[in-house]
């Protein structure tokens, strides 16, 4: 009976019991009708031109599904990864009847990819955001928007400007302090890795050797498999290592900076937990026990804004879309249903 009351099987029960949300039960196949789309000829994709101050750019797009209730924009990781590692969402958000996006930022691996380091700076990603917002012609009524790791940063930061757009939103695994992210390190992660190993990235670090293959094997055998997804190495999805495998360096380094054991670039100092209250929209905020972010951070999200609610991943690490994927879809689509029905 305890496996009835476990995340896999509450999952299994609402995609194989639930009907899709929104949709004709005579016509379930409208979800999949792109009939009258402009995106129908390139099977979803949307190139869109964004405008910067360093001229136009085009990023990519593509749209999975229709619902003209429930829209969902997907925030990637990075700063500079791909949209790649949400690829997990296709097993489940279609059969719940969730609209959902694609989208690389500028920057990253389908968009344009300029040589302008000036364009690296969260207002202006957060700018291009509102451009592709309205390109895909999201609103009030239907724009749920979810931002994972750095995306989620993006995606606070877009709330606290834009909120009145939104529906709902989702902030996975991302702390509202890179200065709390950094003492949870510092404090608690280091200590608890192999010392010698520490001490022997570290060396790496000081000696500035980030791309020496041992550095990363390091980290891979000590910190990654451990804090950033829970699987052996040779087990990693492919959708995570085609995004890992294309991160922009260019990006990448000077915003986060080139450590994994801490930020160090210009987000060094960013922290938003005193303006949490001024969300007023639904937010879920998402949290993983074994996260490189500390959890309870992103429990103070759901607690401080307005009308919160917090999702905690038992098994699950940075990436917990795959080492707790049970928990982490349940939830992100239960809380989505839950907005869509009026009863949150």
């Known amino acids: 009976m305890r496996w009835f009351g476990s ?14 949300l929104g949709a004709d039960p005579a016509a379930p196949g409208s979800y999949f009708d792109s009939s009258g789309r402009d995106d129908a000829l390139a099977g979803g994709v949307k190139l869109i031109t964004v405008q910067t101050p360093k001229g136009p750019f085009r990023v990519w797009t593509k749209r999975v599904g229709n619902n003209p209730r429930i829209k969902v924009l997907l925030l990637h990781g990075g ?28 920057g990253s691996a389908y968009s344009d990819q300029p040589d302008e380091p000036s364009l ?18 999201l609103d009030a ?29 989702i902030i996975s695994n991302m702390v509202p302090s890179i200065p709390a992210y950094s003492r949870y ?13 520490l001490a022997d990235i570290k060396a790496l670090e000081a000696a500035g050797k980030f791309d020496d293959p041992h550095y990363e094997e390091l980290l891979m055998q000590n ?43 210009k987000l060094v100092a960013w922290d938003r937990t005193a303006e949490l209250p001024s969300i007023t929209v639904p937010t879920l905020a998402v949290g993983a026990r074994y996260d490189t972010m500390e959890a309870a951070q992103m429990q103070k ?28 879809m349940s939830g992100v689509i239960q809380f989505i249903v839950d907005v869509d029905s009026g009863r949150f």
């Open 7 to 20: 995340p896999l099987a509450l999952l299994w029960l609402w995609l194989c019991c639930t009907p899709a």
């Open 79 to 106: 700063p500079g990864m791909t949209h790649e590692y949400f690829e997990a969402f296709d097993s489940y958000l279609p059969r719940a009847g969730i609209e959902y996006y694609y989208y690389d930022q500028l």
């Open 120 to 137: 690296w700076e969260l207002p202006r990603f957060v700018d291009e955001v509102e451009q592709v917002r309205k390109a895909l012609k």
């Open 141 to 169: 009524s239907n724009f749920y928007l979810l931002g994972h790791s750095w995306g989620g940063m993006l995606a606070l930061e877009y709330a606290l400007k834009y909120q009145h757009n939104l529906k709902a939103l």
């Open 185 to 197: 390190a510092q404090n608690v992660l280091m200590p608890a890795m192999d010392q010698k190993a």
């Open 223 to 265: 910190f990654y498999v451990y804090h950033v997804l829970r699987m052996p190495a040779d087990q990693w999805p492919d959708p995570l290592m085609r995004a890992i495998s294309k991160i922009n360096k260019k990006i990448y380094v000077p915003m986060q900076g080139p450590s994994e054991l801490g930020t160090s670039g």
């Open 301 to 328: 999200i759901a607690r401080g804004v307005k009308k919160g609610r917090y999702l905690f991943c038992p098994n699950g690490s940075h990436f917990d879309m795959y080492d707790d994927q049970a928990t982490y």
